[in-house]
């Protein structure tokens, strides 16, 4: 009850997003390699902003 009102971190929404881009990476791998491609750079960009957030 008390985490109704908490606010999510920039750190935690961009970890929600970069897992499920993997998530569609990884489904993507088998059908759509040229997709596949393009969501695992997206992923990787979004894991440079977590770790330079996290050097803050």
């Known amino acids: 009850m008390f985490g109704l ?3 999510t ?3 935690d929404k961009l970890q929600k ?3 499920k881009l993997m998530k569609e990476w990884h489904s993507l ?3 759509n ?3 596949s491609d393009k969501k ?3 992923a990787q960009k979004i ?3 977590i770790e330079q957030l996290q050097k803050q």
């Open 5 to 7: 009102f908490k606010k």
């Open 9 to 11: 971190s920039e750190i």
């Open 17 to 19: 997003t970069y897992e």
């Open 29 to 31: 791998s088998t059908t």
């Open 33 to 35: 390699r040229g997709e």
């Open 40 to 42: 695992y750079a997206k």
């Open 47 to 49: 894991q440079e902003q």
